[in-house]
């Protein structure tokens, strides 16, 4: 409910896809907005005729709905205000305050003021430019588009933002256009600019640190709301030691006195951390259909398995995963009919020649075990360990690695019940009989999600 005059703006350029700094600054304002009881903006600044496309626009808007970040009205597009930004600049050139640069072109120049710039950054603090340095600045391009310095502050005016929640590579930007504010005699914003999100070696964030836009996220299995948790914490802390936070948490503890003053170090580590946190907080039911949901998405051969079944194997993993590609790659042998071995965990736990002959006998055993339970097969593996005399463990590792491939899963026994009776047995079967030539794979490690190309935000 809107119930203040706190008007804030996320204000994307669609040049290329939505960037993960562009959603922090989308958040903050969000949070800022839904804290205080204000409203909150969506708007495109598209006119960059180059550069600007519908299909990143698009994308900006689904990525915006699937992480829940509502916004106000409907969206503004600046190119639907073209004729807006040229009677603004035509007012300037009659009390001479801005110039046609020349009579073949409609490009506009504004005279830049010859005094210091003073404001009050809400992050920074004080902060003074010495406009005498600056040159007159282009408003109106020779094609007759506004430029970005001037079609932010008439939008702005417009619109009756009240508070600029913006990266803090804009500031350089807010002493021209609190000039051109002043110039219309128009009471500019406040402005509020957020630290940057360096990447791990220190410089700012981008594709050579791994994924940057919210496109490569989504598609990697993250959830919105381990994504906007992650992100509030970069560049602001609610004080103490608590991390979790749910949207609505966010909105109840947001405060802008609280953003930090220094630049975030991203940590896709911790992200993967932050989103873990969030799958294992969800209840089964939804964490069910999302995961079914994904798969499905992901064209994971996941009816090779009963419904029930497959519903209890993607349970095994809740506890387990950090996103949902994760649960796609570490229970892909669930899935498929034929699996490769990790050549480590071969050598580390089946050097022994005696484990054709051990596997043989379990497997003989398990044939013939009429009652498929978790329990019944813990009992039989372990009572076959103590007639071989060895420890239960020269056992399950080895079986572990025969039906899965790999050395770690979720607990062993719980996993052959939901695989099934008739799968345990032919993966043991195959495991005898290609026991010196069985197709090995490398261990993957956990990559972040890959990126593609795409632009900035203007105001992100």
Sequence with gaps: MIS????????????????????RTALFNYLYARNQGGTFFLRMEDTDRERSKEEFAQEIITGMKWLGLEWDGEIEHQTKRLDRYRECADLLIREGKAYR?????????????KEPVVFHDLVKGAITFDATLFDDLVIIKSDGFPTYNF???VDDHDMEISHVIRGEDHISNTPRQIAVFKA???????YAHLPLIMGSDGSPLSKRHGAVSLKAYEENGFLPDGILNYLALLGWGPGGNEEFFTKEGLIKKFSLKR????????????????NACHLKKMST????????????????????????????????YKDRIKTWND??????????????FDSEAVKKY???PEIPKRLSTVMQAIRHLTDFSASNLEKLVRDEAKKLSIEAAGLIHPIRIAITGVSVSPGLFDLMEVLGQKKVVNRLAYMIDHFKQLPMKKAEAIESPKDEPGGEETDG
């Design 285 to 316: 039911e939804d964490y069910l259909n999302r995961a079914k949901a994904y798969f499905s998405s992901h064209k994971t051969p996941a009816s090779c398995l009963p419904e029930k079944n497959l519903e209890r194997v993607l349970l095994l």
């Design 4 to 23: 203040s005059n706190i008007k804030v703006r996320f204000a994307p350029s669609p040049t290329g896809h939505l960037h993960i700094g562009g959603v």
């Design 350 to 352: 089946c050097a022994d």
């Design 259 to 274: 953003i930090n003053t220094t630049a975030a170090a991203f940590d896709p580590d911790k992200m993967r951390y932050i």
């Design 327 to 340: 649960l796609l790659r570490e229970a892909d042998y669930c899935f498929e009919e034929e699996i490769a």
């Design 151 to 153: 079609a932010c502050v």
């Design 101 to 113: 640069v020349d009579e073949t072109t409609q490009a506009v120049k504004f005279k830049m003021i």
């Design 184 to 190: 219309f005699g128009w009471q500019p914003p406040k």
